[in-house]
């Protein structure tokens, strides 16, 4: 379930926060922005809310009552490709990387400044599947498979490959430069966005699970010592 086309960069964007004050401050934000925002205050509700309005973006609190925001995560990738901003008191790494595996296309640990919040909506929603096309998007084709930057979809042989905006920057990047090796560094910085706490582990966390998902461990190729290549 995808969200409608964006009319110049301005979304419907769900917020489940269940701190009331937090909740209407990051609101405020993104209206000011030219944003529609509904808050729920539990991940239950945020469930159902997705379900009946089909947002466009998702800020997500992990800490909520019902439903935490991880839950949610794991119902949204197995039915969705809504971009999500998670939010969370938890500042460790594996806490970070554990939302990232999830699904999540971002996060910011509290607290946190409401411009940035915004700021990374912003980018969430350009990288997304919702977002304009820039004018130079292109066809990618490596072997069997097929990016769609325009479409924002990921085809293997016949297979339509789901991904998430992080998932697929990353494959976008590899795929521009086929055979050519990365470094985590240097993918890391095609993921615009990230919280400044994620480390460069965040690249193997988007790598294991791009390969679980096409299932060719010939193509993403771990270069040991350097970092990972697209096999050309």
Request: glycine share 8%.
């Amino acid at each position: 379930m995808a969200g409608p086309k964006l009319a110049a960069m301005c979304a419907h964007v769900l917020v489940a926060e269940d701190d009331a004050k937090q909740a209407e401050l990051v609101r405020r934000y993104l209206e000011r922005d030219g944003h529609t925002v509904t808050v729920v205050g539990d991940g239950r509700a945020a469930l159902d809310e997705w379900r009946r309005r089909g947002p466009d973006l998702m800020v997500l609190d992990v800490m909520m009552p019902r439903v935490d925001g991880l839950d949610v995560c794991r119902v949204l990738r197995r039915e969705s490709d809504l971009p999500v901003l998670m939010l969370t008191a938890r500042a460790t790494e594996d806490d970070l990387l554990l939302g990232l595996d999830l699904g999540a296309d971002d996060y910011l640990t509290k607290p946190y400044s409401p411009r940035e919040l915004a700021a990374r909506v912003r980018s969430l929603l350009r990288r997304s599947a919702t977002g304009r096309p820039a004018p130079d998007d292109r066809l990618l084709r490596v072997g069997e498979l097929q990016i769609d930057p325009v479409r924002h979809e990921v085809v293997l042989g016949a297979q339509m490959i789901d991904c998430t905006p992080g998932e697929f920057q990353l494959l976008e990047a590899l795929a521009g430069e086929p055979g050519r090796v990365f470094t985590r560094a240097q993918l890391l910085r095609k993921l615009h966005g990230f919280d400044r706490y994620v480390t460069v582990r965040t690249v193997d966390v988007h790598v294991m699970n791009l390969r679980k998902k096409l299932r060719r461990p010939d193509l993403l190729v771990t270069v040991y010592g350097v970092g990972y290549k697209l096999a050309g």
